[in-house]
T-cell receptor, first 116, second 113 residues
Framework: EAGVTQFPSHSVIEKGQTVTLRCDPI?????LYWYRRVMGKEIKFLLH????????ESGMPNNRFLAERTGGTYSTLKVQPAELEDSGVYFC??????????????FGQGTRLTVV | AQSVTQLDSQVPVFEEAPVELRCNYS??????LFWYVQYPNQGLQLLLK??????LVESINGFEAEFNKSQTSFHLRKPSVHISDTAEYFC???????????FGAGTRLFVKA
């Protein structure tokens, strides 16, 4: 069974450009999460989808970030326009059961975003 | 709201020595507790978790962690480390009624020969 897959693995863009990160969760997982780790700091929650609906987007930093989950399958996270402070590793995770918070979340390898 | 403090950012240790990675948390509600590990060039993997019951939980590769409610701690221990344990370890909490996982800043474990 394929795990959580993230594309690209690395991205280097200039300040002001747009970048779109993609996450393919494990098939059948209704919960999808985005997290971000700025260098050396904690991994911070960005948002949570249940199927195609945003359940919690309290961690989104500002309106330059837009997350979507088409048809409840894969998700994209777009940053437009990118700023230097957006650099970091963006993790996606998915879990199966929408009724049980204690079910394990499986993480992807992350996308390392560098804004120069 | 919850928060997690990992008291050591880096822990160097010799192979076959014991190690303890410290984690303290704060929360106004009951929590589930987790340790995740990130090996070089890989994603986060769940190492072990405490949901309920016995306060001592173990992983398949010899790590254990003990939930101490009075001290709000969930320290990770291994009696004898291997070179292959070199990785970054993240302590995390989740409120029992929610889905958001709160992570600590991570502890880099370096195991030296």
């Amino acid at each position: 069974e394929a795990g959580v897959t993230q594309f690209p693995s690395h991205s280097v863009i200039e300040k002001g450009q747009t970048v779109t990160l993609r996450c393919d969760p494990i098939s059948g997982h209704d919960n999808l999460y985005w997290y971000r780790r700025v260098m050396g700091k904690e991994i911070k929650f960005l948002l949570h989808f249940v199927k195609e609906s945003k359940q919690d987007e309290s961690g989104m930093p500002n309106n330059r970030f837009l997350a979507e989950r088409t048809g409840g399958t894969y998700s994209t996270l777009k940053v437009q326009p990118a700023e230097l402070e957006d650099s970091g590793v963006y993790f996606c995770a998915s879990s199966q059961d929408i009724t049980e918070p204690n079910t394990e979340a499986f993480f992807g390898q992350g996308t390392r975003l560098t804004v120069v | 709201a919850q928060s997690v403090t990992q008291l050591d950012s880096q822990v160097p240790v010799f192979e076959e020595a014991p190690v303890e990675l410290r984690c303290n948390y704060s929360s106004s509600v009951s929590v589930y507790l987790f340790w995740y590990v990130q090996y070089p060039n890989q994603g986060l993997q769940l190492l072990l978790k405490y949901l309920s019951g016995s306060t001592l939980v173990e992983s398949i590769n010899g790590f254990e962690a003990e939930f101490n409610k009075s001290q709000t701690s969930f320290h990770l221990r291994k009696p004898s480390v291997h070179i292959s344990d070199t990785a970054e370890y993240f302590c995390a909490v989740k409120g029992t009624g929610g889905f958001k996982t709160i992570f600590g800043a991570g502890t880099r474990l370096f195991v030296k020969a």
